[in-house]
């Protein structure tokens, strides 16, 4: 089976780097989607059950030319969906079009569904359609179709502890890149002085403890009968043996009190709170015991909470906040575009990372050389 991971403008090198760590070298980037070759359904378990930056598990099915809706129709018929759907299963199809001439989504939609729907009534004259779900994607780009089975269901974002969101929180995948691009590892500090519903720090202790952040949810395809039970099973006692315990030193700071509470109760479900300490303070009068750590923050921006101007003023304090923790490395995702002008100080780095539909730089400002101190 092949599989394709699509994951967010900007982190498809993290999601290459994590598969690479789970025994998955060879995966291929294209258009925003990774590729892996070769696969099989303990594949499709490991990796939902496992990586932390992916956003959904699609198993790639079909790919034929589509420069008509009879072509279409055939294309998706070709799919042996009797041997994959169950007599009851719910099929939706979903569609993505892009510089092709079958482009009106409703249309496409209906001519896959009823594709599918032949295949199926050759085996179950009946379809019931109130048992598992099964999403269909189709993918039309320049002409060419790709047909994927969704295996995840929910968007592997959701890990099952953040229950309560705060204002304008990141998706746990992308979290998980922000501190996978840092320079943190689990013995040094971690701070995230702008902690919302608890996301950052939550991921880098799920990193950290290698807490499989999948085990807490359940996927479509855990439902779906093709599936042989044993995949599941073997892959989450790997999830379960992969965890370690140790101690970690790991803050959040917000300046809402709700947004505090909501944190605590976050990391609990999460099975990380031992780990975190959450205190209700203001960014700007941080200080630390440690002389050196790691602070990843998305600050509020005008876009979403408060206003421009009060993005831009956090800005200014938080240049005048490193430059008093100077072994401190800080990292900030933010759409503030002069960002770097307002904070004094050129980013080390900066790479453009899309959160919520906004571009956004992750600018990193590092502190000295662990060498160098
Ligand atoms: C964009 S949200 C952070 C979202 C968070 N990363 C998450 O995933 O939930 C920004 C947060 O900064 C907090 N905040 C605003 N001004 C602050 C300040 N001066 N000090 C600390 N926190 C502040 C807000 O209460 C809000 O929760």
Redesign the pocket.
Known sequence: MDLLIPAATGIEAVVKRQLALLGYPNAKAVNGRIALHDCSWTDVARLNLMLRSGERVLVRLAQFAAEDFDALFDGVASVPWDELVDKTGRVTVVTKSVNSQLFAHHSIQSVGKKAVVKVLQRRYPVLAETGADYRVELDITNDVCTVNLDTSGEGLHKRGYRTQ??????KETT?AALVDLSVWNPDKPFA?????????PIEAAIKALRIAPGLGRKFAFERWGCVDVGAMKSARSEAQDMRVHRKLNIFG????PK?VELCALHASQAGVAEHITFVQ????QFTSEYSYGVNI????YGE???DVQQAQQ?ARTMGKLYRTLDKWNFYFLSPVEDFERLFGRRADKKRYIYNAGIKCSYYAFNGPKPNAR
Do not use: H, V
Request: proline share 12%.
């Open positions: 969101p705060y204002d304008a929180p990141l979290a995230d002085l702008f902690c919302g519903s608890g996301t950052l700071g917000d300046i809402s947004a303070a203001d960014a700007a923050s998305n600050p509020p979403r909470l408060g956090l």
